[in-house]
């Protein structure tokens, strides 16, 4: 998937549902749009979320993240909200850590669901048995270039 083709389908997500906290809901059109693609396509959706939320986790990031950034869970929900905001406030966020969000109510852990679930509905099988694994995790601490800790 190219990263026009993934920050297209990230543009899908409600925005203000987002801001108000209502991530399951903010996330529901691209839920939608993901049921209609390939798996290919969907493994491409899980290596660029994978390569986004990797190049925003390191310390910087994390001691800027307000509470969210004293959990290993917190803090990659938090990376997920800056996602989910779009490309221009991933960027923005990417280039000024200040800009992290600060708030634990700025989370969006449903942005790592959508595409296994539309696979689990393509292929009748449970998300557990995901097959995908990406070049690299957006697990917490991953990118060790960025922590300097």
Not at 48 to 64: C, H, K, M
Not at 113 to 120: E, L, Q, S
Request: aromatic content about 12%; overall charge negative.
């Amino acid at each position: 998937m190219t990263d026009p083709e993934f920050w297209n389908l990230i543009a899908l997500i409600d925005v203000t549902a987002l801001d108000e906290g209502r991530e399951d809901e903010a996330v529901e059109p691209l839920q939608t749009a993901l049921n209609m693609k390939s798996e290919a396509e969907l493994f491409g959706f899980e290596e660029a979320l994978s390569q986004n939320l990797y190049a925003i986790d390191g310390d910087v990031f994390a001691d800027n993240a307000g509470d969210s950034g004293g959990s290993d869970d917190g803090f990659l929900y938090a990376r997920c909200f800056v996602v989910a905001k779009g490309q221009e406030f991933y960027e923005a966020v990417k280039s000024d850590s200040t800009r992290m969000p600060k708030s634990i109510e700025q989370w969006c852990e449903s942005l790592l669901y959508p595409h296994r679930a539309a696979w689990a509905k393509q292929t009748g099988k449970d998300q557990s048995e995901w097959p995908f694994e990406a070049t690299v995790s957006y697990e917490s601490g991953s990118n060790a270039e960025l922590w300097h800790e």
